[in-house]
Protein backbone atom coordinates (compact mmCIF):
# COMPACT_ATOMS: atom_id res chain seq x y z
CA UNK A 1 0.00 0.00 0.00
CA UNK A 2 1.33 3.34 -1.49
CA UNK A 3 1.39 5.76 1.50
CA UNK A 4 2.65 9.43 0.93
CA UNK A 5 2.96 11.63 4.56
CA UNK A 6 3.61 15.33 4.41
CA UNK A 7 4.94 17.44 7.32
CA UNK A 8 6.06 20.58 8.08
CA UNK A 9 3.33 23.17 7.11
CA UNK A 10 2.73 26.14 9.63
CA UNK A 11 2.36 30.03 9.96
CA UNK A 12 4.79 32.48 8.71
CA UNK A 13 4.93 35.85 8.07
CA UNK A 14 4.86 37.31 4.06
CA UNK A 15 8.58 36.76 3.27
CA UNK A 16 9.56 33.90 5.53
CA UNK A 17 10.45 30.21 4.65
CA UNK A 18 9.61 26.97 5.23
CA UNK A 19 10.11 23.81 4.35
CA UNK A 20 7.79 20.83 3.70
CA UNK A 21 8.44 16.75 3.68
CA UNK A 22 7.03 14.19 2.24
CA UNK A 23 7.91 10.83 3.25
CA UNK A 24 6.89 7.71 0.49
CA UNK A 25 6.59 3.88 1.45
CA UNK A 26 5.02 1.01 0.01
CA UNK A 27 6.84 0.41 -3.22
CA UNK A 28 9.68 1.51 -5.47
CA UNK A 29 9.55 4.54 -6.92
CA UNK A 30 12.37 3.83 -9.31
CA UNK A 31 11.00 5.73 -12.81
CA UNK A 32 8.57 7.56 -10.56
CA UNK A 33 8.06 11.36 -10.30
CA UNK A 34 7.20 13.24 -7.44
CA UNK A 35 5.06 16.70 -7.45
CA UNK A 36 3.90 18.86 -5.09
CA UNK A 37 0.17 20.48 -5.47
CA UNK A 38 -1.52 23.29 -3.73
CA UNK A 39 -5.58 24.03 -3.30
CA UNK A 40 -6.09 27.19 -2.08
CA UNK A 41 -9.92 27.28 -0.49
CA UNK A 42 -12.20 27.84 -2.94
CA UNK A 43 -10.23 27.24 -6.15
CA UNK A 44 -8.58 24.33 -8.31
CA UNK A 45 -5.85 21.96 -7.14
CA UNK A 46 -2.58 23.47 -8.66
CA UNK A 47 0.65 22.36 -10.10
CA UNK A 48 3.89 23.67 -7.97
CA UNK A 49 6.99 21.69 -8.82
CA UNK A 50 8.16 17.80 -9.75
CA UNK A 51 11.25 16.05 -9.53
CA UNK A 52 12.03 12.95 -11.29
CA UNK A 53 13.09 10.02 -8.43
CA UNK A 54 15.89 8.66 -10.84
CA UNK A 55 17.23 11.78 -12.45
CA UNK A 56 16.51 14.83 -9.70
CA UNK A 57 14.99 16.25 -12.98
CA UNK A 58 13.22 19.51 -11.43
CA UNK A 59 9.91 21.70 -13.35
CA UNK A 60 8.54 24.37 -11.80
CA UNK A 61 5.21 26.78 -12.03
CA UNK A 62 6.01 30.48 -12.88
CA UNK A 63 4.57 31.62 -9.87
CA UNK A 64 6.91 29.66 -7.81
CA UNK A 65 9.97 29.65 -9.63
CA UNK A 66 13.31 31.36 -7.88
CA UNK A 67 11.41 30.83 -4.50
CA UNK A 68 10.75 27.34 -3.79
CA UNK A 69 13.15 24.17 -4.38
CA UNK A 70 12.44 20.86 -4.64
CA UNK A 71 14.67 18.41 -3.96
CA UNK A 72 14.57 14.48 -3.25
CA UNK A 73 16.45 12.16 -1.02
CA UNK A 74 16.40 8.17 -2.12
CA UNK A 75 18.23 7.09 0.89
CA UNK A 76 15.46 8.47 2.99
CA UNK A 77 12.40 7.90 0.57
CA UNK A 78 11.52 11.64 0.94
CA UNK A 79 10.86 14.29 -1.08
CA UNK A 80 11.23 17.88 0.31
CA UNK A 81 9.69 21.43 -0.81
CA UNK A 82 11.57 24.34 0.47
CA UNK A 83 9.98 27.63 0.37
CA UNK A 84 11.81 31.12 0.39
CA UNK A 85 9.69 34.96 0.10
CA UNK A 86 6.68 33.31 1.01
CA UNK A 87 3.83 35.53 -0.18
CA UNK A 88 0.31 35.67 0.95
CA UNK A 89 -1.08 34.26 -1.58
CA UNK A 90 0.94 31.08 -1.42
CA UNK A 91 -1.76 29.92 1.60
CA UNK A 92 -2.84 26.98 0.58
CA UNK A 93 -2.64 23.09 1.63
CA UNK A 94 0.06 22.00 -0.18
CA UNK A 95 -0.04 17.97 -1.11
CA UNK A 96 2.39 15.49 -1.94
CA UNK A 97 2.06 13.31 -4.99
CA UNK A 98 3.38 10.30 -6.97
CA UNK A 99 3.04 9.79 -10.84
CA UNK A 100 4.64 6.14 -12.33
CA UNK A 101 5.87 8.64 -15.20
CA UNK A 102 6.49 12.17 -16.20
CA UNK A 103 3.42 13.58 -16.33
CA UNK A 104 1.98 16.99 -17.31
CA UNK A 105 1.62 19.00 -14.86
CA UNK A 106 -1.90 18.67 -13.73
CA UNK A 107 -3.53 16.06 -10.76
CA UNK A 108 -4.86 13.84 -13.03
CA UNK A 109 -1.79 12.64 -13.94
CA UNK A 110 -0.87 11.47 -10.58
CA UNK A 111 -1.37 8.02 -9.16
CA UNK A 112 -0.81 8.49 -5.76
CA UNK A 113 -1.60 11.21 -3.23
CA UNK A 114 -0.77 12.43 0.58
CA UNK A 115 -3.27 14.18 2.97
CA UNK A 116 -1.76 17.53 2.53
CA UNK A 117 -0.22 20.19 4.59
CA UNK A 118 -1.42 23.66 5.92
CA UNK A 119 0.51 26.01 4.72
CA UNK A 120 -0.69 29.58 6.05
CA UNK A 121 1.39 33.06 5.25
CA UNK A 122 0.39 36.50 6.92
CA UNK A 123 0.55 39.69 5.57
Known amino acids: QVQLVESGGGLVQAGGSLSLSCTAS????????MGWFRQAPGKEREFVAR????????YYADSVKGRFTISRDMAKSSVYLQMNGLKPEDTAVYYC????????????????WGQGTQVTVSS
Open 97 to 112: AAASRIPIPRPSAYDY
Open 26 to 33: GRTFSGYT
Open 51 to 58: ITWTGGVT
